[in-house]
């Protein structure tokens, strides 16, 4: 668009602010302010002083001072934090593939046509409706030491002959937690990709039945390529969401036991809030964000950026 | 019929804790010769944690409420779970604004003693008034000579076990030594009635007796002068000892938080087990009367150091400088623990609170149910989580960081072997201590 004002010589009358009313990138800018703000204030303020935070010793109830980097040499000689990490990691990636499995199986299955269709579509949403902390009591319930009742069914059937101690034992705790996060992760996963695979033109399938292709070549020449920009959006997300995961941890497990099941999220806080370390707690978590970073450029550059996206070949 | 609306329902609420004519007439007569005035128009704010019964918050809220109509002081009670309000409480103190008066609990008057007001001269007159503070109210209550939050109550944690159980197993109770007790537990075991004791992270429950028991046979995490000294021969015994007891422990408790045992035990599950008064106030309201008929308390066993090694929970009331109106807090405050209102509160509190002033041991909720009467000693037989050094910022992060309970909980299970726990708990307290 052309901007009036743009040679001042030839319409002297007109002031600056009518030419930057008149100018499209100034007003861009305008508008983009109060969003800007917002980011401002409730974004990179918070990020910004929750890592100046990890640099200072501040605790809760004295100011801190500076000390560098000295929260994070202090827990690099932690084994409870590298144990930490080390859950947040298995957390994390157990979780996050199982959670892409199921998540697209449920998701071709609800891609076929079946009676009540939405029904069970609006129910495989509930896990994700259910705020996590009610489905963390649940959970906790039904992983009783004592009156849990998947061991209460199994001891009916006579498959197993003592309670299954799900949260007593390391190995089993990390399951169990693990479990109970796919469960509550599913169906963003799968209803998100089937919003995806509703944007594929059956044109294509029908097109590939007509050069007699099977059904996986289908899947894996048509489907899954087709699918690969919103996985990798899916993907990221539920690896952050996962990775930073609290509630589910804290109502269930405390960290327990013997810290198998603490991670980075529920450290950070037990230091900082319960324990006072401000400083110490907020280095955990901004120790997190290298992993989250890289979580994201992985899907970015990794799964996004396909040539053909871009309108040239993938090979 | 009219709607009940959530108008309604808050008018109830607030109702059912409205001061009596009787007590009315008191709190007039006290405020004519109050021994703090408030200053004129003040208004406060208190935040304090949420009830364990709804009888000691109606009895609470009935005693403020009889203070502001005898002064004229308005008074804002919000409620917050404990794990909420201990960061809330430091916020307001680092920050310099938020409510008058915080309810908190343990030691975090440490974190922050200067944001707090100097409440000497309401602890001195209460003190001399009322028999005097217990050793463990002062140790919470005084730092550097300096009364900086006022011990209002001690929440206790015994043993609670099944009586009859018991008995078949060949005790007429809880017997008063840790060798015994291992006997009787063993038996338990063998008569398919096992205890429990919570592993996981309890931060009630679980400190409480992993605290005792470690306590009980001479290992402490510091020494009197804040040597971290908790890898120690002692210790080492206690958690050998643990590592037996554990044999006699229902399977899964090392899951187990705050709530496990309350529900095992409510199930039957279990026979043995340490808690506050609540399984047995749950019963009673359930009408459980094969479980509350059934059970008791007692106080936990003496270990080889021969004397009590408990650990009981602090509930000070905190006063912030911050606040615009300090002298009708300790008037409050004053109100609240003098012998008419005090009384009444721990009638309300029904055995879960117990009085840090050695007057009130006389009160009739100690006695007028038997099976309370433990509950009459938690200040007497507590020791701070600092034992035997003095309460301070890494003691309450040590506290906070689990690591008693997980130094018991590896020795337990045989995750680790008593050495390498307490070589394990040693360095994790050092972290802390060592700055």
Same mark, same amino acid.
């Given at each position: 668009?052309?901007?009036?004002?743009?040679?001042?010589?030839?319409?002297?009358?007109?002031?600056?602010?009518?030419?930057?009313?008149?100018?499209?990138?100034?007003?861009?800018?305008?508008?983009?302010?109060?969003?800007?703000?917002?980011?401002?204030?409730?974004?990179?303020?918070?990020?910004?002083?929750?890592?100046?935070?990890?640099?200072?010793?501040?605790?809760?109830?004295?100011?801190?001072?500076?000390?560098?980097?000295?929260?994070?040499?202090?827990?690099?000689?932690?084994?409870?934090?590298?144990?930490?990490?080390?859950?947040?990691?298995?957390?994390?990636?157990?979780?996050?593939?199982?959670?892409?499995?199921?998540?697209?199986?449920?998701?071709?299955?609800?891609?076929?046509?079946?009676?009540?269709?939405?029904?069970?579509?609006?129910?495989?949403?509930?896990?994700?409706?259910?705020?996590?902390?009610?489905?963390?009591?649940?959970?906790?319930?039904?992983?009783?030491? +004592?009156?849990?009742?998947?061991?209460?069914?199994?001891? +009916?059937?006579?498959?197993?002959?003592?309670?299954?101690?799900?949260?007593?034992?390391?190995?089993?705790?990390?399951?169990?937690?693990?479990?109970?996060?796919?469960?509550?992760?599913?169906?963003?996963?799968?209803?998100?990709?089937?919003?995806?695979?509703?944007?594929?033109?059956?044109?294509?399938?029908?097109?590939?039945?007509?050069?007699?292709?099977?059904?996986? +070549?289908?899947?894996?020449?048509?489907?899954?390529?087709?699918?690969?920009?919103?996985?990798?959006?899916?993907?990221?997300?539920?690896?952050?969401?996962?990775?930073?995961?609290?509630?589910?941890?804290?109502?269930?497990?405390?960290?327990?036991?013997?810290?198998?099941?603490?991670?980075?999220?529920?450290?950070?806080?037990?230091?900082?809030?319960?324990?006072?370390?401000?400083?110490?707690?907020?280095?955990?978590?901004?120790?997190?964000?290298?992993?989250?970073?890289?979580?994201?450029?992985?899907?970015?550059?990794?799964?996004?950026?396909?040539?053909? +996206?871009?309108?040239?070949?993938?090979? | 019929?009219?709607?009940?609306?959530?108008?309604?329902?808050?008018?109830?609420? #607030?109702?059912?804790?409205?001061?009596?004519?009787?007590?009315?007439?008191?709190?007039?007569?006290?405020?004519?010769?109050?021994?703090?005035?408030?200053?004129?128009?003040?208004?406060?704010?208190?935040?304090?944690?949420?009830?364990?019964?709804?009888?000691?918050?109606?009895?609470?809220?009935?005693?403020?409420?009889?203070?502001?109509?005898?002064?004229?002081?308005?008074?804002?009670?919000?409620?917050?779970?404990?794990?909420?309000?201990?960061?809330?409480?430091?916020?307001?103190?680092?920050?310099?604004?938020?409510?008058?008066?915080? &309810?908190?609990?343990?030691?975090?008057?440490?974190?922050?003693?200067?944001?707090?007001?100097?409440?000497?001269?309401?602890?001195?007159?209460?003190?001399?008034?009322?028999?005097? &503070?217990?050793?463990?109210?002062?140790?919470?209550?005084?730092?550097?000579?300096?009364?900086?939050?006022?011990?209002?109550?001690?929440?206790?944690?015994?043993?609670?076990?099944?009586?009859?159980?018991?008995?078949?197993?060949?005790?007429?109770?809880?017997?008063?030594?840790?060798?015994?007790?291992?006997?009787?537990?063993?038996?338990?075991?063998?008569?398919?009635?096992?205890?429990?004791?919570?592993?996981?992270?309890?931060?009630?429950?679980?400190?409480?007796?992993?605290? &005792?028991?470690?306590?009980?046979?001479?290992?402490?995490?510091?020494?009197?002068?804040?040597?971290?000294?908790?890898?120690?021969?002692?210790?080492?015994?206690?958690?050998?000892?643990?590592?037996?007891?554990?044999?006699?422990?229902?399977?899964?408790?090392?899951?187990?938080?705050?709530?496990?045992?309350?529900?095992?035990?409510?199930?039957?599950?279990?026979?043995?087990?340490?808690?506050?008064?609540?399984?047995?106030?749950?019963?009673?309201?359930?009408?459980?009367?094969?479980?509350?008929?059934?059970?008791?308390?007692?106080?936990?066993?003496?270990?080889?150091?021969?004397?009590?090694?408990?650990?009981?929970?602090?509930?000070?009331?905190?006063?912030?400088?911050?606040?615009?109106?300090?002298?009708?807090?300790?008037?409050?405050?004053?109100?609240?623990?003098?012998?008419?209102?005090?009384?009444?509160?721990?009638?309300?509190?029904?055995?879960?609170?117990?009085?840090?002033?050695?007057?009130?041991?006389?009160?009739?909720?100690?006695?007028?149910?038997?099976?309370?009467?433990?509950?009459?000693?938690?200040?007497?037989?507590?020791?701070?989580?600092?034992?035997?050094?003095?309460?301070?910022?890494?003691?309450?992060?040590?506290?906070?960081?689990?690591?008693?309970?997980?130094? #018991?909980?590896?020795?337990?299970?045989?995750?680790?072997?008593?050495?390498?726990?307490?070589?394990?708990?040693?360095?994790?307290?050092?972290?802390?201590?060592?700055?």
């Amino acid at each position: 668009m052309a901007v009036i004002g743009e040679s001042p010589g030839r319409m002297p009358r007109v002031t600056l602010g009518a030419r930057l009313h008149n100018n499209n990138n100034f007003l861009g800018l305008l508008f983009m302010i109060p969003a800007g703000i917002m980011l401002l204030v409730f974004l990179a303020y918070p990020l910004g002083l929750g890592v100046w935070l990890g640099l200072t010793d501040v605790k809760i109830g004295r100011p801190g001072k500076f000390i560098g980097l000295g929260n994070f040499r202090w827990l690099a000689q932690d084994s409870l934090f590298w144990l930490s990490v080390f859950n947040t990691l298995l957390y994390t990636v157990v979780a996050s593939v199982i959670k892409f499995g199921l998540g697209l199986w449920l998701a071709l299955i609800l891609n076929k046509h079946m009676p009540f269709k939405a029904m069970i579509r609006a129910i495989v949403l509930l896990p994700f409706i259910v705020p996590t902390v009610l489905s963390a009591m649940a959970f906790w319930w039904i992983y009783d030491a +004592q009156d849990s009742i998947i061991s209460f069914l199994l001891i +009916q059937l006579g498959l197993i002959d003592s309670n299954i101690d799900f949260l007593g034992k390391a190995n089993n705790a990390r399951a169990s937690v693990i479990a109970a996060n796919i469960w509550r992760g599913i169906p963003f996963v799968a209803i998100t990709l089937l919003a995806g695979l509703q944007t594929i033109s059956p044109t294509l399938y029908e097109a590939a039945t007509i050069d007699g292709a099977t059904r996986m +070549q289908m899947f894996r020449k048509i489907t899954f390529p087709l699918l690969t920009p919103i996985i990798a959006v899916v993907m990221t997300f539920s690896v952050l969401f996962t990775f930073s995961d609290f509630q589910l941890i804290w109502v269930m497990t405390r960290g327990g036991p013997f810290n198998a099941t603490h991670l980075m999220a529920t450290l950070a806080y037990q230091r900082a809030i319960v324990g006072g370390s401000l400083g110490e707690g907020s280095a955990i978590a901004v120790a997190m964000i290298p992993f989250l970073l890289s979580a994201i450029l992985f899907s970015y550059f990794g799964l996004q950026r396909r040539k053909w +996206q871009q309108g040239g070949t993938d090979d | 019929m009219s709607k009940f609306t959530r108008r309604d329902m808050l008018k109830t609420t #607030v109702g059912a804790a409205v001061a009596g004519p009787a007590l009315l007439a008191a709190a007039r007569s006290w405020a004519q010769e109050m021994k703090f005035t408030p200053e004129p128009g003040a208004k406060l704010r208190m935040l304090r944690w949420k009830r364990f019964v709804q009888s000691e918050e109606d009895a609470f809220l009935a005693l403020i409420d009889a203070y502001t109509q005898a002064t004229g002081v308005e008074i804002r009670i919000d409620s917050l779970g404990f794990e909420d309000l201990r960061p809330k409480a430091a916020v307001a103190a680092s920050v310099g604004t938020g409510p008058d008066i915080i &309810w908190n609990i343990h030691a975090d008057a440490f974190l922050y003693p200067d944001a707090l007001v100097d409440v000497s001269d309401v602890c001195n007159y209460l003190g001399e008034k009322y028999g005097g &503070w217990y050793p463990i109210a002062e140790e919470y209550g005084i730092k550097d000579g300096k009364w900086i939050g006022v011990p209002f109550v001690m929440s206790g944690n015994f043993i609670n076990y099944r009586v009859s159980w018991v008995q078949d197993a060949g005790y007429d109770g809880i017997p008063d030594n840790t060798t015994d007790f291992l006997d009787l537990m063993k038996k338990l075991k063998a008569n398919g009635r096992p205890g429990g004791f919570a592993l996981g992270n309890a931060s009630g429950d679980g400190n409480a007796w992993a605290h &005792w028991i470690l306590w009980s046979h001479g290992g402490s995490v510091i020494d009197k002068d804040e040597n971290v000294v908790i890898n120690s021969p002692e210790t080492i015994a206690s958690l050998e000892y643990v590592r037996e007891l554990a044999d006699t422990f229902i399977e899964g408790a090392a899951s187990w938080l705050d709530g496990n045992n309350n529900k095992a035990f409510l199930a039957s599950d279990i026979s043995v087990t340490n808690n506050g008064i609540s399984i047995y106030a749950a019963a009673l309201r359930e009408g459980m009367t094969d479980i509350s008929d059934d059970m008791d308390h007692a106080f936990y066993p003496v270990g080889p150091v021969g004397k009590p090694t408990e650990f009981h929970v602090a509930f000070p009331m905190l006063t912030y400088k911050h606040s615009d109106f300090p002298e009708a807090a300790k008037s409050l405050i004053t109100w609240m623990m003098e012998a008419d209102q005090y009384n009444q509160f721990l009638q309300g509190a029904v055995g879960y609170l117990t009085q840090p002033l050695r007057a009130f041991e006389d009160h009739p909720v100690w006695t007028e149910d038997p099976k309370r009467a433990v509950f009459q000693k938690a200040s007497e037989r507590s020791l701070s989580f600092a034992y035997p050094g003095k309460l301070g910022r890494a003691a309450t992060e040590v506290f906070a960081d689990f690591v008693v309970v997980n130094m #018991v909980a590896e020795a337990a299970t045989g995750r680790k072997t008593p050495q390498e726990a307490a070589e394990d708990a040693q360095r994790r307290a050092e972290r802390y201590y060592v700055l």
